[in-house]
């Protein structure tokens, strides 16, 4: 079946990649709804807690990564125990990722408004390996000949230049542009060529003195915000379930 795969549907060597793409999508979606039954009082299922501590999902997950990270290094790229462990590591990612805020705030935001990064990451991730999939190559080095692979000197000019792309995107406040524009360069081009966002080190630096494009920037960002934010959230919303809401204090 893998070999069937490996000659019909996907290129050689990925086939580790998508399963392990697979059970990490999987993996986030059923801890989801396990999540949101719990939190909702219904089904079989329950917090786990070992002498009063509440284990989170996050710690089988770190194991069942360093697991199948391991094993896909000692097994190398190719038979069964390679794609075994791509299912292990996929599992344990998806794990890990969907408790990602707990990780970034050492604290339990799960159901908060900050618990909504873990979706996002969980999303941003999927996205950039699905394109990995899809034939693309960190820094646009899908983009060069076998005659050009050979010459160390273009190689290095091709990742040099796009990973500048990538970093004057960061630095211009648009975070999700400069990790897209390491898979696809023509992103970071985007990014570069359009205004910051207010507030970013570019515009700290550059709009600084000059207020008109400090004005079109905070009108760029305004409209934009307005625009997707409603969306986006009702996105993390349907996938990852609603966060509980603030209570106000007097």
């Given at each position: 079946m893998g070999h069937w795969?490996?000659?019909?549907?996907?290129?050689?060597?990925?086939?580790?990649?998508?399963?392990?793409?697979?059970?990490?999508?999987?993996?986030?979606?059923?801890t989801?709804?396990?999540?949101?039954l719990i939190r909702a009082g219904k089904g079989p299922f329950g917090n786990v807690s070992s002498g009063g501590v509440h284990i989170h999902h996050v710690v089988p997950g770190v194991v069942l990564t360093i697991i199948g990270g391991f094993g896909a290094v000692a097994g190398?790229?190719?038979?069964?125990?390679?794609?075994l462990c791509a299912v292990i590591f996929g599992i344990g990612a998806g794990l890990v990722l969907d408790e990602f805020a707990l990780i970034l705030h050492l604290d339990d935001v799960y159901w908060t408004e900050a618990g909504r990064q873990s979706v996002e990451v969980v999303v941003l991730t999927a996205a950039l390996v699905g394109l990995v999939l899809a034939g693309f190559s960190p820094f646009g080095v899908n983009d060069l000949s076998q005659d050009e692979l050979q010459g160390r000197g273009n190689v290095i000019t091709t990742v040099a230049v796009n990973f500048l792309f990538a970093l004057l995107v960061l630095s211009k406040g648009k975070a999700r542009m400069a990790i897209f524009s390491v898979i696809v360069p023509l992103v970071g081009l985007i990014g570069c060529v359009r205004l910051?966002?207010?507030?970013?080190?570019?515009?700290?630096?550059?709009?600084?003195?000059?207020?008109?494009?400090?004005a079109r920037a905070t009108l760029r960002a305004y409209r934009h915000d307005r625009r997707w934010a409603g969306p986006r959230r009702?996105?993390?919303?349907?996938?990852?379930?609603k966060p509980d809401p603030v209570v106000a204090r007097r």
């Open positions: 795969l490996q000659r019909n549907i996907i290129e050689p060597g990925k086939l580790p990649l998508l399963l392990a793409l697979t059970a990490f999508v999987l993996t986030f979606l059923i989801r709804v396990i999540t949101r190398g790229a190719h038979g069964f125990g390679s794609a910051a966002r207010p507030g970013s080190a570019w515009a700290r630096r550059f709009y600084r003195r000059r207020p008109r494009a400090r009702r996105l993390q919303d349907l996938i990852g379930g």
